[in-house]
């Protein structure tokens, strides 16, 4: 047994930790404690791995490290290069658990209905928080102004002949003209943003990455299949491709082979053992010691407290 301060990083500033974490669930009117004064520190570079039993809030605990759910209220704080980041609402939150934090999960979570390839790409399609706010509503300007003066300049024609071509006439059809245009804006910048996208999957930089961590992975055979044609260990490798997409710091991994046969599982850990050595900084939950044998460093989560820690 050691203490956190054998660890070669102690000293350092942990890239991901968190102190005094609480969580409590409800069933009705009960309160579930699952998390009491849990304090966990991820130093970067690190392959972290924490066992517990099952029920013992492993999963709740990586939840909330990767902003996937909150503590309670007052219930302890989450940093992330020493910033505070379990208070980020938002846009914010999305940034952090897209950007920085990559997830792999016990059951993969693919989307049926992508192939291999749009799920590995998946996190790299999130537009940006001011793509998303700012081109649709430039478009519906766009259109809006170009219908309204063409309504204004060309809008007799949409009168009854019998009626002169007043200012006020003209003023309504620019109008009613200019709403049309709002809404056809809208409409091209949702065919357009569909063709981008398609682009963006076939040729883009994003693409050659996301196709070349598959090929690494041994599935550029596989990359226009569905997820429901793959074994359970071609699905994982497709999720930690997709964990990885957006190159994060941390990659947090709930039971990444609880799923599998124990030789397929040991492909997956060798896979990750390969990120690792080139850096990767990894937090693993696990309730298997012979998986959590792959990490640098081990503590156990018992009773919703963090334990001890262990080589
Ligand atoms: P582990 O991953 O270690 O198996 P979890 O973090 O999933 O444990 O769950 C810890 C405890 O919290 C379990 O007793 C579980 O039943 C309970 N729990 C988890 N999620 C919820 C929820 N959404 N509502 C109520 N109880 C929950
Ligand atoms: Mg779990």
Not at 293 to 303: F, P, S
């Amino acid at each position: 047994m050691n203490t956190p301060l054998d660890h070669p990083s102690a000293g350092t500033d942990p890239i991901l930790s968190c102190e005094g974490l609480r969580k409590t669930y409800r069933l009705g009117r009960i309160p579930v404690p699952v998390l009491e004064e849990a304090t966990v520190e991820v130093h970067e570079g690190e392959w972290l791995a924490i066992l517990g039993a099952s029920g013992s809030g492993k999963s709740t605990l990586l939840h909330i490290l990767g902003g996937l759910d909150h503590p309670d209220r007052d219930g302890g704080a989450v940093s992330y290069r020493g910033e505070t980041v379990s208070n980020l609402r938002g846009s914010d939150l999305n940034s952090y658990r897209n950007g920085d934090i990559g997830f792999v999960f016990q059951f993969y979570h693919l989307l049926p209905e992508l192939s291999v390839l749009e799920n590995a790409m998946l996190p790299c399609l999130v537009p940006g928080r001011w793509l998303a706010a700012s081109l649709p509503l430039a478009s519906a300007t766009l259109g809006a102004i170009a219908c309204g003066l063409a309504g204004w300049f060309f809008g007799d024609v949409a009168l009854p002949a019998a009626d002169d071509a007043t200012p006020a006439r003209l003023a309504v059809v620019a109008l009613t003209w200019g709403v049309v245009g709002a809404a056809l804006g809208v409409l091209a910048f949702q065919l357009l943003q569909v063709v981008a996208e398609r682009t963006r999957l076939r040729v883009g930089a994003r693409a050659r990455e996301s196709r070349r961590t598959l090929e690494e992975f041994g599935l550029g055979h596989r990359l226009q299949h569905r997820p429901s044609q793959l074994s359970g260990g071609e699905r994982q490798r497709t999720a930690i491709a997709r964990a990885l997409a957006n190159s994060p710091k941390v990659l947090l991994a709930d039971e990444p082979t609880g799923n599998l046969d124990a030789h397929t599982g040991r492909e997956i850990l060798e896979l990750l053992k390969i990120r690792h050595d080139a850096g990767l900084t990894i937090a693993m939950v696990t309730h298997d010691p012979k998986v959590a044998a792959y990490a640098d460093r081990v503590i156990r989560i018992e009773d919703g407290r963090v334990l001890a820690t262990e080589r």
